[in-house]
């Protein structure tokens, strides 16, 4: 059972170039996370989604940041003209479809996509 | 609104040491608990959770964490740390019945053992 996938592992963008981030999650899950992470920072919630619904994007950015998970593929994180301050580790995680609250569900991460901003 | 503390930004052991790496959390109910290790630039991969029953949480790598709910903390420990385990190490809640499964992570920590 292969793991969550994401692609790019390392993305280099120019200032005000666009930059799509993808994440397939495991088999069988249809919730996936996105988490940021800076340099020298920890982790930080981005946004939730099952697919083709937005569940939950209250650490999103307002402003040129924006994420989809269709019915098919893979989630699409997606950052439209992209400043230095974007640069940072984009981490995807996926978990189960069915939630049960009781269940403790771990959720499980990808490797992660760099990216750079120049 | 649930929140997770790391309270040293970087550990220093020697190996063959035992370690610690602290944790302490805020949640309105019962918490779910999760350590994460990150080694450098790779994902994070899951170490142990603690959901309900016995407060020793054993682990992988031989990693275990102990959960004090008086205390609300959950400390990472190893009995005997090897070179190997130098990562940042990052520490997750998520409240019980959060049925948005969303994880609170704390800053982390970066532990270095030395030969």
């Known amino acids: 059972n292969a793991g969550v996938m994401q692609n790019p592992r390392h993305l280099v963008r120019r200032r005000g170039q666009e930059a799509r981030l993808r994440c397939s999650p495991m088999k069988g899950h249809s919730h996936v996370y996105w988490y940021r992470q800076l340099p020298e920072e920890g982790l930080k919630f981005m946004v939730y989604?099952?697919?083709?619904?937005?569940?939950?994007e209250s650490g999103m950015p307002k402003e040129r940041f924006s994420a989809e998970f269709p019915k098919e593929g893979p989630s699409i994180l997606r950052i439209q003209q992209v400043v230095r301050g974007d640069s940072a580790a984009y981490f995807c995680a996926s978990s189960p479809g069915a939630l049960r609250v009781s269940s403790g569900n771990t959720i499980y991460f990808g490797e992660g996509s760099w990216l750079t901003v120049v | 609104a649930q929140s997770v503390a790391q309270p040293e930004d970087q550990v220093n052991v020697a190996e063959g040491n035992p370690l610690t790496v602290k944790c302490t959390y805020s949640?309105?109910?019962?918490?779910?608990l999760f350590w994460y290790v990150q080694y450098p630039n790779r994902g994070l991969q899951f170490l142990l959770k603690?959901?309900?029953?016995?407060?020793l949480v054993k682990g992988s790598y031989g990693f275990e964490a102990e959960f004090n709910k008086s205390q609300t903390s959950f400390h990472l420990k190893k009995p005997s740390a090897l070179v190997s385990d130098s990562a940042l190490y990052f520490c997750a809640v998520r409240e019980r019945g959060n049925a948005g499964n969303m994880l609170t992570f704390g800053g982390g920590t970066r532990l270095m053992v030395k030969p």
């Open positions: 949640v309105s109910g019962n918490p779910y």
């Open positions: 603690y959901i309900t029953g016995d407060n």
């Open positions: 989604l099952q697919k083709e619904n937005i569940i939950d």
